[in-house]
């Protein structure tokens, strides 16, 4: 018996079956959010990384650029261990100290004040056109006032790290409790739920991912306010030795401070995307 001959319906199914080409798993990585394998990732990572310092050497090297403008990858890595050798630890943690404690200060005030802007229009039409007002102003314009109230002391490095991210804290907030959809709140109502149950089980549960997110966004912006805080009768940390070592015209120290703060940083951010991974193990794409 001769075999029947196929129908353009078992064609088509017989071709959605074959093995995709290089060429067509290439374009299918490069689609927009199309997923990667974790090698790749790394490898990526790795020379997202590698690149600039090849390129930072090679300049270097060249000449083109005097040392004392851009000094070498192994200027600064010896910098980096005579630091270490002189204090560098203990100007992390001063400096680590007063980022944390200005960052959770703002959190901790501004947190509350953006769920209730976001949540009752009256405290909107209070709050937010002065808080719209006060966060376009640059933190360091406030040192001069920072400096007569709260003294030259730790509360001053604090303060200037606190004003700089406790408006931005706020205003992100309250849009996400704005972005709560509103049948979330109807359904809730009419289950008899009251103002304090709506505001805690409904608005806090539904944006707090949102929340971890903002504050992880903002510990950004606190370590970025770090050199304009200890511009303030600082004598340690890490933005003081970076402004000393400019007065000193000592390059290869202002590269480590810049690196030191950038690696704090990086980990910061990965402890938050680690928590958040750990506590909304259901919002993974």
Known sequence: MSAAPLDSA?????????????????????????????????????FGF?????VWQLVAASGWVGALFLPSPGA?????????????????????YRVVMGFVIAAVIGVPLGIYIGAYKW???LLQPINDFVRYMPASAFIPLVLLWVGIGEGSKIAIIFIGVIFQIIVMVADAVRRVPENYLEV????????GEVLGLVIWRSVLPELLDILRINMGWAWTYLVVAEMVAANSGLGFQILQSQRFLNTPKIFVGIFVIGLIGLLFDLAFRWIYRLVFPWKRA
Not at 77 to 95: A, K
């Open 10 to 46: 078992d064609g088509l199914a017989l071709g959605m079956h074959k093995p995709a080409s290089g060429g067509a798993r290439w374009r299918e990585r490069m689609r927009i959010r199309a997923a990667i394998p974790n090698w790749v990732y790394v490898l990526l990572s790795v």
């Open 50 to 54: 590698l690149l600039p310092l090849l």
């Open 76 to 96: 600064v890595v010896h910098s980096f261990v005579d630091w270490t050798h002189n204090g560098l630890s203990d100007d992390t943690l001063i400096s680590i």
């Open 123 to 125: 405290f909107e039409a």
């Open 188 to 195: 809730a109502y009419t289950m008899g739920a009251t103002q």
